[in-house]
T-cell receptor, first 115, second 113 residues
Framework: DTEVTQTPKHLVMGMTNKKSLKCEQH?????MYWYKQKAKKPPELMFV???????INESVPSRFSPECPNSSLLNLHLHALQPEDSALYLCASSQDWGNSAGELFFGEGSRLTVL | DAKTTQPPSMDCAEGRAANLPCNHSTISGNEYVYWYRQIHSQGPQYIIHGLKNNETNEMASLIITEDRKSSTLILPHATLRDTAVYYC??????????????FGPGTSLSVIP
């Protein structure tokens, strides 16, 4: 199984809603990532988790709250978002982080629209 | 601050080799060159990576210059399904503060029938 599964594929939410994006992998990978991608732009790194601990936060606003309940799951909790937060949110995983040249495996993304 | 520069777009005739260049003149000794691609509306897909030797796999070949300041990704027989944005990335082997996979603007490759 070399898949990273993201749910939901599409999400529409209002600015006062609370929602979550979910990411799952069963490859035994110890590092997981969230990226944000706006239309016609490259993916931008948001967070890196290594061994279930937050290792990198790229100065992401607190309305985005990541959570790694276990080594296979990564969530992104969303609250009080703005319309400019509408984007494709990509999850990725890799075998290790910081000490390996392992490649990243990406999911298909969750397309978020904030009204 | 960008670590790599790539042409914004390229065309390639179907069946021909696609040669995608990447400049990484400030690459450090412990940094690998990685290539990913992103087909429209999909997540990025790993293609190949290398340190200083040329590499080949079932998808592509990677040619790295001797001074490691540039590289070329070669798709030997491009098909329409290879139309995508191709990203060249440098990534450190070790060091917790280094390992950020940062995407630059990439090259949008169009394979033309």
């Amino acid at each position: 199984d070399t898949e990273v599964t993201q749910t939901p594929k599409h999400l529409v939410m209002g600015m006062t809603n609370k929602k979550s994006l979910k990411c799952e992998q069963h490859m035994g990978h110890r590092a997981m990532y969230w990226y944000k991608q706006k239309a016609k732009k490259p993916p931008e790194l948001m967070f890196v988790y290594s061994y279930e601990k937050l290792s990198i936060n790229e100065s992401v606003p607190s309305r985005f709250s990541p959570e790694c309940p276990n080594s296979s799951l990564l969530n992104l909790h969303l609250h009080a978002l703005q319309p400019e937060d509408s984007a494709l949110y990509l999850c990725a995983s890799s075998q290790d982080w910081g000490n390996s040249a392992g490649e990243l495996f990406f999911g298909e993304g969750s397309r978020l629209t904030v009204l | 601050d960008a670590k790599t520069t790539q042409p914004p777009s390229m065309d390639c005739a179907e069946g021909r080799a696609a040669n995608l260049p990447c400049n990484h003149s400030t690459i450090s000794g412990n940094e690998y060159v990685y290539w990913y691609r992103q087909i429209h509306s999909q997540g990025p897909q790993y293609i190949i990576h290398g340190l200083k030797n040329n590499e080949t796999n079932e998808m592509a070949s990677l040619i790295i210059t001797e001074d490691r300041k540039s590289s070329t990704l070669i798709l030997p027989h491009a098909t329409l399904r290879d139309t995508a944005v191709y990203y060249c990335i440098v990534r450190a082997l070790q060091g917790t503060s280094y390992d950020k996979v940062i995407f630059g603007p990439g090259t949008s490759l169009s394979v033309i029938p």
